[in-house]
């Protein structure tokens, strides 16, 4: 029962916000007491962080299966942006800017594991870009992660409407390619979007 009311709250909660969906409607969603909900969470706040653990395992889980396509690079950040774009498209507002403005304590603690999270997914596909010669050599891999981690938080921080926060996502993964890319980067940058911009 406990994973059924995670799966039905993360469902609502991206839905239609977090600050919008009460415990009366998931129970009423789900034809319970809400009193069988409390049995397992003492309070939203439990509830919210729990569904939002949920998405974040759900998602690095996807990411890890593009990564063992063995894409290149490049192509692997397009394959991501891909799936976010997928995943994401059909809700109005940004999930990360609702929980950012009403739960910032869920908010800090989820952004702390993905902080830890993106520092390895970047490092890896920025050494492997420079192992395929499609990023420089010479490249700060540190100050590069931070750089874009920077950016994509802050876009998904400060950007109410999810079809905009996408949008701006995938600027900041062309400005993040275009500041590592080796000529040969340039062109498999250029096929991407190209790609991209068909779908």
């Known amino acids: 029962m406990k994973d059924k009311i995670i799966a039905k709250a993360t469902e609502m909660f991206l839905k239609i916000g977090f600050k919008s969906v ?3 409607d998931i129970a009423c969603e789900m034809c319970i007491s809400k009193k069988t909900i409390y049995k397992f969470f003492s309070n939203k706040e439990k509830l919210i962080e729990a569904s939002t ?3 974040h395992e759900n998602i690095h889980r996807v990411i890890d299966e593009i990564v063992e396509k063995n894409y290149n690079a490049i192509q692997e950040n397009f394959e991501i942006r891909r799936l976010f774009k997928e995943m994401f ?3 109005d507002n940004s999930p990360v800017y ?3 403005r009403h739960y910032p304590e869920v908010y800090e603690k989820l952004m702390a594991s993905e902080i830890e999270d993106c520092n390895e997914m970047f490092g890896q596909n920025i050494t492997k870009g420079i192992e395929q010669g499609l990023y420089r050599k ?3 891999i540190q100050a590069y992660i931070q750089f874009y981690y920077t ?5 998904n921080e400060n950007t109410l409407l999810e079809k905009e926060a996408l949008q701006l996502e995938m600027e900041a993964l062309e400005y993040h390619t275009r500041a590592l890319a080796t000529p040969k ?3 498999e940058l250029e096929k991407q979007l190209q790609i991209h911009n068909q779908l």
């Open 185 to 187: 980067g340039i062109i």
């Open 138 to 140: 010479e490249v700060n």
């Open 53 to 55: 653990h949920i998405v």
């Open 22 to 24: 009460t415990m009366d």
């Open 89 to 91: 498209q059909s809700y």
């Open 98 to 100: 609702q929980l950012k």
């Open 151 to 155: 950016l994509i938080f802050s876009i």
